[in-house]
């Protein structure tokens, strides 16, 4: 037989085919899944999901840092991919100035709260840099020049004077009487540009904070009933609330737990509002 009859068993259309069956072949295989990071356990991606859904005000940020704090290593991205997304704007944040001398700055300011019987409460709040501590908060139905000196002097008993207060432009903080105590404290006060918030952020977003995680779910029967709502909000800020600028802790410092002791226990606070997790030993 001559070589030119051979060539006749391969038609140039089956060479054709061929590349084609052999190109679809080709990308099959580089299609197909490499092994990658391993997978979130079920146990974490559904303990992630209980606590969005416990904590509706909650982000992946906060999630994370209780994570953290029971001794789970998860990454902040792994919990925000397994977070169920919730319809709902996210709040600002503020990054500020002067982060050398926090252990010396002190905020101060003041906010409305709405009763019920529509009465308007004012609540004043000095707040410390330094670990976002509150270190005095007071409520009144109506705020005097006397009385507001006289919460700073509460809020610095002794020697824990800070060297600078920073505070707005509003008539109690200027007036005569509050300045003459402030000095008298050895404290420097230094204020805001006009309409200006934002040198202020420390307060500004305490009181954010409080308004978000806390008093815009919250109707205020009275004075009383504001002032038991406060104080249990502070302690779940001070001792459980977890922040963005404390390396997500709490201002008072939460022991990350080991993650072999015990077992999860939820703490709620605020009627539920909000949930701690700890671990406890069997």
């Known amino acids: 037989m001559a070589w030119r009859d051979a060539l006749v068993l391969v038609q140039p259309a089956t ?9 679809r072949h080709y990308w099959r295989y580089r299609s197909q899944p490499r092994p990658g990071r391993p997978r979130v356990a079920a146990a974490m991606r559904t303990l992630i999901r209980q606590m969005a859904r416990a904590n509706p005000l909650w982000g992946a940020p906060r999630i994370h840092g209780e994570l953290l704090t029971l001794g789970l290593d998860v990454s902040e991205r792994t919990v925000s991919r397994y977070r169920p ?22 905020s101060v ?19 410390s840099h330094a670990r976002r501590r509150v270190v005095h908060w007071n409520v009144t139905a109506h705020p005097t020049a006397a009385w507001a000196a006289q919460q700073i002097v509460e809020a610095f008993p002794w020697d824990t004077a800070p060297r600078y207060l920073l505070h707005d432009r ?48 919250i109707v205020v029967l009275h004075e009383r009933h504001l002032r038991r ?17 404390l390396q997500k802790d709490a201002p008072v410092t939460r022991p990350v737990q080991p993650p072999v002791m015990g077992h999860i226990v ?17």
Request: glycine share 4%; hydrophobic share 40%; charged share 20%.
């Open 266 to 282: 939820v703490q709620p606070h605020l009627g539920g509002l909000h949930h701690q997790y700890e671990r406890r030993a069997a």
């Open 85 to 106: 997304r919730a319809r709902r704007p996210p709040s600002q944040t503020w990054r500020t100035f002067l982060a050398n001398h926090l252990p010396d700055l002190v």
């Open 229 to 245: 709502v406060l104080a249990a909000y502070f302690t779940y800020y001070h001792r459980a609330r977890t922040h963005l600028a």
């Open 170 to 217: 509003d008539g109690l903080f200027v007036n005569a009487v509050v300045s003459r105590r402030v000095a008298s404290l050895g404290i420097t006060d230094r204020r805001t540009a006009p309409r200006s918030p934002w040198q202020n952020p420390y307060v500004e977003r305490l009181i954010g904070s409080i308004r978000r995680d806390c008093l815009d779910h």
């Open 109 to 127: 300011d003041f906010f409305t709260v709405p009763t019920a019987t529509f009465q308007v409460l004012f609540v004043l709040v000095v707040i």
């Open 15 to 23: 060479v054709l085919r061929w590349h084609r069956e052999g190109f």
